[in-house]
């Protein structure tokens, strides 16, 4: 198979592509970041040991290949960037993006020249690659090691601008390198800012005729909003570093933020597309260069090279942060866990193999050496931050917990009748409405209560959903309760959702539930809006029956199809101590203990049923008046 892919760039790109998702699907079974397994893999497949992946056959397409990369996993990191939460972090993000990285980059040089004993012009490029940590590693590793909401905003939005900067600097540093002039060094500092604001300027009237394309529906076709701002990403970024050299990622980062920022209907969707692309992109790229590195110059480095690594992760990383964000007002746990995780990525690996180049055309000795180092920096911080990331927020006590309780959008009264049980049985349930007046009334009961829209991001955002057991949605509005599943299940990865949905009305399937990735409330269809009015006037009351007989049951079988109504509205199954929302996949066993709404007009009818499919009245209060 090697000898297949020798000479065959099509082929190449194949196998790495095939590769990187092999090792992100790996990797998200063993819950570690996919990094980790892919630098393996690229080593692995790489000329050096299997010889099955080969990058130097793709020759300048390589460059090509990973500025296509590079636009599109920067536009995703600027969308994901929140501007509200940047503005409550901006000072200390500022300090540490700027102060923070020069005094990464003064640390890399000095250890480069005191530790590996190069001379000057490597040295200085080697700090500059590592001053910056990576998008690329940051943010997968935060969908893993689930921080508080400072360190996570602190830690992406300097890993996407830093990149931008770093990257920058990077490009100048280079040019001085190859001339060291008096006048070089001045143009070149000057062209920094020239750079990064010409790229900003340059993404941000891009971003805003996105935003503006995909604000109004009838401007672009539906089913193309998503391929189109791909294309207009990638063609920003090269457009930008044809007007303005190296400007580009700049460019998408603002285009992102920009985007990212302003609501449009197509909003959830785009993420989710470019969530999917940055993945299978990163996966390519990460394994392309691995195997692009030359294991005989890595051992070549020694233990002058581990020492580098060592230095830069224990005494630069945490001298920079300390002294960069003083008086920032953070916590020194939290610039403890700052000091911790600094993963670099894809940026440093593409300027790193450039710069090799670079080096070696112009007759300065170094490149392979330089290459080298970064990927063992690269390799070192990816490792340390994803294993031991998560332990670390741990015992700081950073880390949110997961699997923790509910989101509940609807605090009417069937949805408050199953947000009680579930608290009864030790679950936090946090209830979502628009509804002042509901809102008011779960607060009186106790409840943590968020108030606004269902589909606001912000609002999304607060109640946390990527750390929930699950979300209910339990109103009577079947599109928004869809919508609501689909974001939380899509965008937060919730583990399992439901959704209610109204007999009577074909606006939403069960099927369009299932394929939002939720089960349906209640066991099927139900006549949501009169079981709220019964509830609330109290002409409905909770009973608690479990099953006695062996074999199982659904939750719709209890019903059956003479009879959907059937005087009773299941709302939670207990197993085992654990509560979980009646829905039409959860299966009720023996030893279950099932709790239903009942209607006192139908209350014997109800009963009988129940009987007549094997359950007893529990040892609990038979019927419960609701508040």
């Known amino acids: 198979m090697g000898s297949l892919a020798v000479g065959n760039p099509s082929l190449t790109v194949a196998l790495a592509l095939l590769a990187g998702m092999i090792c992100q699907t790996i990797a998200r079974h063993l819950k570690l970041p996919g990094i980790v397994l892919l630098l393996f893999a690229g080593v692995v497949l790489g000329p050096d040991v299997l010889g099955i992946i080969r990058p130097e056959v793709l020759g300048s397409a390589l460059r090509a290949l990973v500025g296509f990369a590079v636009a599109v996993i920067l536009f995703e990191g600027g969308m994901s960037l929140s501007l509200k939460r940047l503005r409550k972090e901006a000072a200390g993000i500022r300090r540490l993006v700027i102060y923070g990285t020069l005094l990464t980059a003064a640390g890399g040089f000095a250890i480069a020249r005191t530790v590996l004993r190069w001379e000057w012009r490597p040295a200085l490029l080697f700090g500059t690659l590592v001053m910056v940590t990576g998008p690329t590693v940051v943010t997968p590793l935060l969908r893993l090691v689930k921080v508080n909401a400072t360190i996570s905003t602190v830690l992406e939005a300097e890993g996407i601008f830093a990149d931008a900067f770093g990257a920058m600097v990077a490009v100048v540093a280079l040019e001085i390198a190859l001339r060291p002039t008096g006048g070089s060094i001045v143009r070149g500092f000057a062209e920094i800012g020239f750079r990064l604001g010409s790229g900003a300027a340059i993404g941000a009237a891009t971003g805003a005729l996105i935003a503006v394309l995909l604000k109004f529906e009838r401007l672009v076709p539906s089913g193309l909003e998503n391929v189109l701002t791909l294309a207009m990403a990638i063609a920003l970024y090269h457009a930008s570093n044809a007007v303005v050299r190296e400007s580009g990622i700049a460019a998408v980062i603002a285009g992102g933020m920009v985007v990212g920022n302003v609501r449009t209907a197509v909003l959830a969707d785009l993420r989710e597309f470019k969530e999917q692309l940055t993945v299978?992109?990163?996966?390519?790229?990460?394994?392309?260069?691995?195997?692009?590195?030359?294991?005989?110059?890595?051992?070549?480095?020694?233990?002058?090279?581990?020492?580098?690594?060592v230095l830069l992760?224990?005494?630069?990383?945490?001298?920079?942060?300390?002294?960069s964000t003083a008086g920032t007002g953070w916590s020194r746990r939290e610039k403890a866990l700052l000091c911790w995780?600094?993963?670099?990525?894809?940026?440093?690996?593409?300027?790193?193999s450039l710069f090799a180049e670079r080096l070696e055309d112009a007759g300065i000795a170094g490149g392979p050496a330089l290459q080298a180092m970064v990927f063992l920096v690269i390799a070192a911080t990816v490792v340390a931050a994803g294993t031991t990331g998560g332990l670390v927020a741990r015992l700081l006590g950073l880390r949110r917990p997961s699997q923790n309780g509910y989101a509940l959008l609807g605090a009417n009264a069937a949805g408050m009748a199953?947000?009680?049980?579930?608290?009864?049985?030790?679950?936090?349930?946090?209830?979502?409405?628009?509804?002042?007046?509901?809102?008011?009334a779960a607060e009186s009961d106790g409840f943590r209560v968020l108030f606004g829209s269902a589909l606001s991001d912000a609002l999304l955002a607060r109640a946390e959903l990527d750390t929930r057991a699950g979300v209910i949605a339990a109103t009577t509005n079947e599109e928004a309760n869809v919508l609501f599943v689909r974001a939380a299940r899509r965008r937060y990865k919730a583990p399992r959702a439901w959704a209610a949905l109204r007999s009577g009305q074909k606006s939403v399937t069960p099927a369009m539930v299932v394929d939002a990735g939720g089960a349906v409330l209640f066991g099927g269809a139900r006549r949501v809006d009169q079981w709220i009015a019964a509830l609330d006037r109290g002409a409905a009351a909770i009973s608690h029956w479990t099953r006695a007989s062996d074999g199982e049951i659904s939750i719709a079988g209890l019903a059956g199809e003479d009879d959907p109504e059937w005087g009773a509205l299941p709302l939670a199954v207990t197993r085992g101590g654990k509560a979980v929302p009646a829905a039409d996949?959860?299966?009720?066993?023996?030893?279950?203990?099932?709790?239903?709404?009942?209607?006192?007009?139908?209350?014997?009818q109800a009963e009988a049923r129940l009987e007549e499919r094997g359950f007893s009245r529990s040892d609990r209060t038979a019927s419960e008046k609701t508040a």
């Open 280 to 309: 299978m992109l990163i996966g390519l790229l990460f394994v392309l260069l691995a195997a692009d590195v030359r294991l005989a110059e890595v051992r070549r480095l020694g233990r002058a090279g581990i020492a580098t690594v």
């Open 313 to 323: 992760i224990l005494v630069v990383r945490p001298l920079s942060v300390l002294i």
């Open 585 to 604: 996949d959860v299966p009720v066993r023996r030893g279950d203990e099932l709790a239903l709404a009942i209607a006192d007009d139908r209350r014997q």
């Open 341 to 352: 995780i600094a993963p670099r990525g894809i940026v440093a690996a593409t300027v790193a």
């Open 418 to 440: 199953l947000a009680r049980l579930l608290r009864e049985r030790g679950e936090e349930v946090v209830v979502i409405d628009a509804n002042p007046q509901a809102c008011r």
